[in-house]
């Protein structure tokens, strides 16, 4: 089973559905992160946390929403969504204890369409 | 001006060839840097770092630093075809692992 486990895998949907993906991990990390990627965009960060209680915006905040369930589970939100949220999106986790070596693990992506 | 740049690509080598992936950063402050490759449909996997000016070398790979040029390069010596992948320069600029990735640049060795 993969550390990093993302839920679903490939969604579509309509413009101003709720949407939600979902993180969970099991390398015992306390470093969660959100990216999307978009063909020649790269890897945009939307939010990281750092623990349970600690939530940050990234470069590209705007029109996501973040949870922290637990210390596994980092879940993002598209409250709205619309057609330029179409992109894959990455869950990744980092230790803590492995700061500074740019050390981040990623799930596999959730590929989301919205129409 | 996005912090990490890199040239799209793509680039096509011959195997066996050098292979020279190129980024620039825009923030004097970023710490340490990181090469990722991403084959495709897949998820990212860090493949070098480098944090001081010069050479890093590992196996093929060797990682340049020139942080007076805000400059980063990876280059792959005898080209293989399973080195063919999207190459993502990150940086750190606080050393808490909050990495800005660039466009990255999908290289091709052709066999």
């Known amino acids: 089973d993969a550390d990093v486990t993302q839920t679903p895998r490939n969604r579509i949907t309509k413009t101003g559905k709720r949407i939600m993906l979902e993180c969970s991990q099991t390398k015992g990390h306390d470093r969660m992160y959100w990216y999307r990627q978009d063909p020649g965009l790269g890897l945009q960060l939307i939010y990281y946390?750092?623990?349970?209680?600690?939530?940050n915006k990234g470069e590209i905040s705007d029109g996501y929403s973040v949870s922290r369930q637990a210390q596994a589970k980092f879940s993002l939100s598209l409250e709205s969504a619309i057609p330029n949220q179409t992109a894959l999106y990455f869950c990744?986790?980092?230790?803590?204890?492995?700061?500074?070596?740019?050390?981040?693990?990623f799930g596999e992506g959730s590929r989301l369409t919205v129409l | 001006q996005k912090e990490v740049e890199q040239n799209s690509g793509p680039l096509s080598v011959p195997e066996g060839a050098i292979a020279s992936l190129n980024c620039t950063y825009s923030d004097r402050v970023s710490q340490s840097f990181f090469w990722y490759r991403q084959y495709s449909g897949k998820s990212p996997e860090l493949i070098m770092s480098i944090y001081s000016n010069g050479d890093k070398e590992d196996g093929r790979f060797t990682a340049q630093l020139n942080k007076a040029s805000q400059y980063v390069s990876l280059l792959i010596r005898d080209s293989q075809p399973s080195d063919s992948a999207t190459y993502l320069c990150?940086?750190?600029?606080?050393?808490?692992?909050?990495?800005?990735f660039g466009t990255g640049t999908r290289l091709t060795v052709i066999p």
């Open positions: 946390s750092f623990d349970v209680k600690d939530i």
């Open positions: 990150a940086v750190d600029q606080t050393g808490a692992n909050n990495l800005f």
């Open positions: 990744a986790t980092s230790d803590p204890d492995r700061a500074g070596t740019g050390e981040l693990f």
